[in-house]
């Protein structure tokens, strides 16, 4: 299925706008798990298997699995997700971004290695370097507009030509990039202002938006900016705060839980 498809099935159908990222950190995983040799895979997949009803899309971050050596064990778990949970889409979270002979590599990477449906890009090459993952139609593009980090005022909210240059960024996907319908747009959680402005130039294009839990974003501000008027359109990524919400043998139920209650207040407001 297409990932727009896939996404708005997982939005009807678990009734969920929220994206649980997957970002191992072992110095964090319980006890009982730290020693084992498949201790990253072995806390993941129970992760996902304790949500899989609850989400809308699982986001793993590749630099968590590669800097552990471990991208054999992210190939394995978003194996795991299509097979045990069909439906779900899983976004690759890599932000890659480079001139178009090397995108191409960046492509097969994301749809064929890993097989993710959907992959997360910095836009600033420009077109042709997004270009062959536009192409790829049954795939989600999903490019960064306005980052949660503080320093994505650095750049992102210059002036240029009288507006920002994130809402250049905005524009110039929804009305340009998006011929197959297949993008999608971060906005970080912790700039309502911007995701509210980022909405109003993209219609119901779907927004990813990180920054909640552990990086302080406000879920009512989000979803009062963001949501489209049929009250949907938003991803709301959270990582560490659903994944190490508990840290002993009952973690997967304490992740569990913190699922329930982001699902639950994000549903409060939509
Ligand atoms: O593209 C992303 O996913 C992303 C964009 C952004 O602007 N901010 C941001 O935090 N992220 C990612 O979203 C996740 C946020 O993790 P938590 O802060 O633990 O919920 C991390 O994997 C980040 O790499």
Redesign the pocket.
Known sequence: MHFMQSLQAAWAGNNSLVCV?L?PEPAKFPAHLKDRADAVFEFVSAIVDATADLVCAY?P?I??FAALRAEDTLERLIAHIHVKHPGIPV?L?A?RGDIGSTAQHYVTEAFERYGADAV?LNPYLGRDSIQPFLDRADKGV?L?C????PG?ADLQDLDVGGKPLYQHVARLIAQEWNTHGNCAL???ATWPEQLAQVRALIGDIPL?V??????GGDVEAVVRNGRTAAGSGLMI???????YAGNGTDFTQAARNATIELRDTINLFR
């Open positions: 990222g970002d986001k971050q630099a968590h976004i979270d932000k997360t999903i960064l306005h980052t949660s980090n994505a971060v906005t970080g990813l990180p920054g909640i839990g552990a990086q990524n959270s990582s560490r705060a659903i994944l």
